[in-house]
């Protein structure tokens, strides 16, 4: 399990960051959960061993995005990826 860690913004539309983020995060093979941080960090759990930051990243950077890359944990484990999902969000 990993945990990244990233901010993400449309230049061109900022309102339409968040929905958008989450159409493409559901579609990615090995992203598992991820939540919007109010002052606009996006944190991600994905399967390390399916996927890494640097793909999620290249992905939302592909389609227009932004990004500015806050941290990365490829072997976090289960409840440290539900730490960083719900008690920073």
Request: net charge negative; with cysteine; glycine share 8%.
């Given at each position: 399990?990993?945990?990244?860690?990233f901010?993400?913004?449309?230049?061109?539309?900022?309102?339409?960051?968040?929905?958008?983020?989450?159409?493409?995060?559901?579609?990615?093979?090995?992203?598992?959960?991820?939540r919007?941080?109010?002052?606009?960090?996006?944190?991600?759990?994905y399967?390390?061993?399916?996927?890494?930051a640097?793909?999620?990243?290249?992905a939302?950077?592909?389609?227009?995005y932004?990004?500015?890359?806050?941290?990365?944990?490829?072997?976090?484990?289960?409840?440290?990826?539900?730490?960083?999902?719900?008690?920073?969000?």
């Open positions: 399990m990993g945990i990244a860690r901010f993400a913004v449309d230049k061109h539309r900022p309102p339409a960051t968040r929905k958008e983020v989450d159409a493409l995060l559901s579609k990615m093979d090995g992203v598992t959960d991820w919007f941080h109010p002052d606009g960090v996006v944190v991600v759990a399967g390390s061993e399916r996927i890494s640097e793909t999620i990243e290249e939302l950077e592909g389609v227009g932004s990004l500015v890359h806050l941290s990365d944990a490829p072997h976090a484990t289960s409840s440290d990826a539900d730490r960083e999902l719900f008690e920073t969000c």
